[in-house]
Structure formats: C-alpha cells, structure tokens
C-alpha cells in the first residue's frame, strides 16, 4: 500500500523559512517522480512542482509563483521528500500535499498546513 | 499555459439525481491528458479518472468521465449523499494545471 505522510508545517512569518518533509512507503521511492501540490484555505489546487528520479538527474520544475523561493530535495536512502521553502509570504498558506507521481496523482499524503503570518 | 474553466462553480441536486460537470480547455489538450479528482471535505482529493475516462482503481462505475478537445466532461449518474464533494479537473500535458472546481451539493 502506498503511504505518504507529510509533515513540518507549522506558523511562520512572512520572510521566514520552513522545510516539509514527506516519508514514503509501499513503492519503489528511488525511481518515483514525485511531485508538490498545494491547497489554500477555501480554495482550489495548485501544482507547486515536481522533482524527477536520480535516474533523471533529480531534475526539478517549479511553479511561477514559488521559483527562486522553494527548492526540492529527496533522500533516496530513507524513502524521503523535502520540500524547502525560504522567503515566505501571506500568499503561501496552504496545505501542501505530497504526491507520487507527475502526471495524473493516484496516491496523495494527507497534507500538511503550513500557515504564513505576522 | 492551458488554462481550465469549470462549471458550474456549485451544483445542487437531489439523491438519484444526474449530475453533469463541464471543464473547458483554453486550448485543445490533444492528448487528452485530463484528469477528474473528488474531494470530499477534510480530505485530500481522490482520483477518478485519467486520460479522460480511463476509471482509477475503486472508483465506481456511476462516473464516467468523457470529453476530447477542448471540451470534458465528468458525469455521475445517480447521485449518493456521500458524493458531497469538491470535483476539480487537471491537465497534465507539458504543463500541470487545475480547473477552480465544482462543488456538488446534495
């Protein structure tokens, strides 16, 4: 069974720093595209972006919105999804939700809130 | 970047009832890269289909999905009161973008 467990969200003023961390299980992590959506409170889905398997260079897409300002990362050796998010704004707040794949998401995390405020 | 416009914004029906949910492409998706997620409240979204109509594993046959071009659509054909839920489509060609989402009421 695929698992996907998000965690790190929390408060944190605009211009801070926060790291997520998405644990996964029950799928072959190391050759897994892995990808970042997130939801803000009351609205829609947002694709936030994908990183690519080591197989693919780790490659990363970013959204528009968060480039320059998020970075993905992974730990193949302890099934592991970061996602580090600098220079923090209001308009970050969301649930961010970690996925397994890169084109349709079949398997979600049960998301993690991340709030941004002064 | 193809943007997706879904409608209505909010549908209320009744049990039983045929709900017909539309999502338009700004531009063809000739692919038909398209996928349709529920989301139920305090949930994270589930998917129904991909590749238009192609049914994810569970899902059942009371959605359908259907549509090519510019033009889909998600289609439950008897209404159950558990089917409350956020519906948004997603086009996942060289760009990965959300329609805004249809709330079903019942």
């Known amino acids: 069974e695929v698992r996907l467990v998000e965690s790190g969200g929390g408060l944190v003023k605009p211009g801070g720093s926060l790291r997520l961390s998405c644990a996964a299980s029950g799928f072959t992590f190391s050759s897994a595209w892995m990808s970042w959506v997130r939801q803000a409170p009351g609205k829609g889905l947002e694709w936030v972006g994908l990183i690519k398997s080591k197989a693919y260079g780790e490659t990363k897409d970013y959204a528009a919105p968060v480039k320059g300002r998020f970075t993905f990362s992974r730990d193949d050796s302890k099934t592991t999804l970061y996602l580090q998010m600098d220079s923090l704004k209001t308009e970050d707040t969301a649930v961010y939700y970690c996925?397994?794949?890169?084109?349709?998401?079949?398997?979600w995390g049960q998301g993690t809130l991340v709030t941004v405020s002064s | 970047e193809i943007v997706l416009t879904q409608s209505p914004g909010t549908l209320s029906l009744s049990p039983g009832e045929r709900a017909t949910l539309s999502c338009r492409a700004s531009?063809?998706?000739?692919?038909?890269?398209l996928a349709w997620y529920q989301q139920k409240p305090g949930q994270a979204p589930r998917l129904l289909f991909y590749?238009?109509?192609i049914r994810a594993t569970g899902i059942p046959d009371r959605f359908s999905g259907s549509g090519s071009g510019t033009d889909f659509t998600l289609t439950i054909s008897r209404l159950e009161p558990e089917d409350l839920a956020v519906f948004y489509c997603?086009?996942?060609?060289?760009?990965?973008?959300f329609g805004g989402g249809t709330k079903v009421e019942i």
């Open positions: 531009q063809s998706i000739n692919s038909n890269s």
């Open positions: 996925i397994h794949g890169s084109g349709w998401y079949d398997h």
């Open positions: 590749d238009t109509s």
């Open positions: 997603q086009h996942y060609g060289n760009s990965i973008t």
